[in-house]
Every structure is written in structure tokens, then in C-alpha cells.
């Protein structure tokens, strides 16, 4: 989303963790939530080159456009005319983590993803490695939208990993952004040897 700040407000953002903004209609200092619930927790705040914009890396509790949407982008200009997109992939993946977990309420006979978590570890171990082994075979020699399709298990099958551990896919972003810029190599080899 897009808002105003002023001194204040990024002041009020820095002190509580919670992104404020400035209300040019209202001429008042408003937290995004503070209404709806659906607060923005800040993790980092950058600013460009000129230091007049300001960016705030966030988790949003629930959607952060009115309209329901994860992100207020979600029109591309397309043929000379704006056209609705599906989610983001990184809202997505929180949106499909929070289906995960409520399927942990359902019962195995019901639920997929119940029964795997039922089976631990053991059984969503094999499934990843089944569905990485689909997906490298499809890599070598089937069609895009067989890669897409193995891809696409495959990520689900780690995320219920993630889950029955009680990690999410923002812990694996990290880990991901602390790695980039760094030879993969140099990564690596900084690794301690497993225990």
C-alpha cells in the first residue's frame, strides 16, 4: 500500500513497531488497524537515495487494502486497459500456510494435510522426497506445465513440514535474504558440519 508520513508518524512507527501514518483528509496521525484490526507489524524501515520516501518491510494481520485484498496492487496495465492480477505470491504462500494450520482442526478421513501431519515427520519426509524426485524427473524431460504441476507439490509438501515443525515460510524467506549477495559456494562452505 501507499501512504503519507510525516515526522510524527515515522517517529510513532519506530517507537511502537506498528506502521502510523499521516491522514491528510483527517490532518491527524492514524495506525493502520487501529479500525479494522488488520495492523502492520514493521520488521525494517529503508528509504531511498533522496531520503524522501520511506519503505516499510511489514507483516500485515490480515489484509492491507480496503478492498480485502493482500496488497493494493493488484491491477496491471494490459492492453490498453487495467486488468485485476491474481495474489501475490508472497501473500499467497502466508494465505495457504493459514489454510494448513486450520486443517489441523480437521480429521484425517477429511484432510489430506491432517493425515500427513498425523503421519509426523516420517511420512512427510517420504512425500517430499517422492514429490522432489517428480519434480527433478520432470525438470529433465516433461512438459512446463508438468514442472509447474511438481513444483507446485512439492512446495506444499514443504510447507507442511514447516508447519508440523512450527516454522512458516517467512523463516525460510529470511534465511534466503541473509544469503543473498553471497557466493553460494562461500555460503556453503561458512555452514558448521551437522552434528
Same mark, same amino acid.
Given at each position: %500500500? +501507499? &501512504? !503519507? %508520513?510525516? @515526522?510524527? &508518524?515515522l517517529e510513532r512507527t519506530l517507537a511502537t513497531g506498528n506502521a502510523t501514518f499521516w491522514s491528510r483528509s483527517r490532518k491527524a496521525l492514524w495506525t493502520k488497524g487501529e479500525t479494522s484490526g488488520h495492523v502492520l507489524r514493521v520488521h525494517s524501515v529503508l528509504c531511498d537515495c533522496d531520503a524522501d520516501t520511506v519503505l516499510l518491510l511489514v507483516d500485515p494481520d490480515g489484509p492491507s487494502c480496503h478492498t480485502g485484498r493482500p496488497s493494493c496492487f493488484f491491477r496491471k496495465y494490459e492492453d490498453g486497459e487495467w486488468r485485476e492480477q #491474481? +495474489?501475490?505470491a508472497r501473500p499467497f504462500l502466508h494465505e495457504l500456510e493459514a489454510v494448513i494450520e486450520a486443517r489441523q482442526q480437521s480429521t484425517a478421513e =477429511?484432510? !489430506?494435510t491432517r493425515s500427513l501431519l498425523d503421519? /509426523? #515427520?516420517a511420512k512427510i519426509g517420504s =512425500?517430499? @522426497?517422492e514429490e522432489a524426485d517428480e519434480l527433478s524427473r520432470a525438470i529433465a524431460g516433461e512438459s512446463d506445465e508438468r514442472v509447474l504441476s511438481e513444483a507446485g507439490d512439492l512446495l506444499f509438501h514443504v510447507?507442511? /513440514?514447516l508447519r508440523q515443525r512450527g516454522l512458516d515460510v517467512r523463516g525460510v524467506l529470511d534465511v534466503l535474504a541473509k544469503r543473498t549477495g553471497t557466493s553460494g559456494h562461500a555460503e556453503k562452505?561458512?555452514?558448521s558440519p551437522k552434528a
Open positions: %500500500m +501507499v &501512504a !503519507y %508520513m510525516n @515526522r510524527e &508518524a #491474481p +495474489v501475490d =477429511k484432510s !489430506y503421519g /509426523g #515427520p =512425500k517430499i @522426497r510447507l507442511v /513440514g562452505a561458512s555452514r
